[in-house]
């Protein structure tokens, strides 16, 4: 991919403040997204999320009034819930020694030292209270993944950290994972005034600091 | 972009465990990388971040010690510690109206109802003792990005969270901001053995719900 290209679209995105109810994302890039979510990187792999795609209508409704009553999560094309393990412990370590020994042919003994290394880890976190906090970063990793990805791909997309957690866990039936946030994608409407808007960004002087 | 470049991308990229040292980004792509993360979403888009490409050889040697002695720290092309900001206040927010106001020729008092909300939003957040929380996690959505961005360029990478953030904090002069996480970039050593390891992941059967 040509640089150029990534910058272009990166100019292009915005957090879309209304879509068109009326298209659809085609099949084969809804798929490729999913695909890039499941792919996300984590902290040791643990991937320590659920993502969950709201397809009904009733759901989405629902959860309109619990998510500052924007737009977004009835008009967009797809929308997403971006859920955090909470209180991630060691059977989710052996879940994941479990699959890399089933995926890479090892013998789960010979990842003993892989497995310790992880139960210190989570222990550590436990101890200073950055369990859950922990997850919700990783998940942000898969947040910010998307976006690009959305953007690359000529999808829009609206970031919605403006939810109401406890409300979107009860109605989408979420246990021992907590609602973080969620994205809306699909394509802008052309009555979204705030796309042509300039974006709004510190200079490179201000931001990066060279060392 | 061709929805199954992004998925051949991402299967394409991993954690590299061992740059190739002689092996440099090219400008033009670096300068990219650099602008992609200038133009990474947040929320309100209050940019509550630092990001420090370290370029000195010295200082990088510095940081291996505290890194858990990972050689990338040292032989990756470019290495990018990622800071979030600390106790954001309502200079930051004033920052934000300002430069909003200048790129959109808009004048300030006609943004009093944005500046009203994220003030808001802030107070909520202390309260709830959540505040450096929330800049950790708009850091991700960049980590996130960047990782992304990367690998569509074909461009190696490899997020470091195992970081003494003090230490780090110390040796690259930071105040109000405090170190998270670095990325190591780069392209990946014909040695990593690690380079050809199946992907591990959970199937999106487990990773995705829908509803």
Redesign the interface.
Known sequence: ?N?????Q???W?Y?TKKFDPARRIPD??W???????????S?F?L?P????????PE?RSKLQPISWNQSQVVDASHFVVFAGRLRLDSTDIDA?IA??SE??GVPSEKLEGYRSMMLGFRQKLEESGGLD?WS???V??????????AA???IDAC?L?GIDPAGYNEI??LRGYSA?CAVALGYRSLEDATAN????????SQ?????
């Open positions: 991919m640089p150029d290209f990534l910058v679209q990166l100019r995105r957090a084969a890039t798929k490729a997204l999913e695909e890039s979510l499941v792919l996300s990187p902290s792999g991937q999320w659920k993502f969950v795609v709201v397809e009904s759901i994941l699959k890399t995926l890479r906090a919700a970063r990783q942000y990793l898969a947040i910010g993944g998307l976006l690009t990805s690359l791909l000529g970031p950290e989408l039936g973080l808007l300039p974006k709004v960004r510190y200079p490179v931001v990066i600091q060279r060392i």
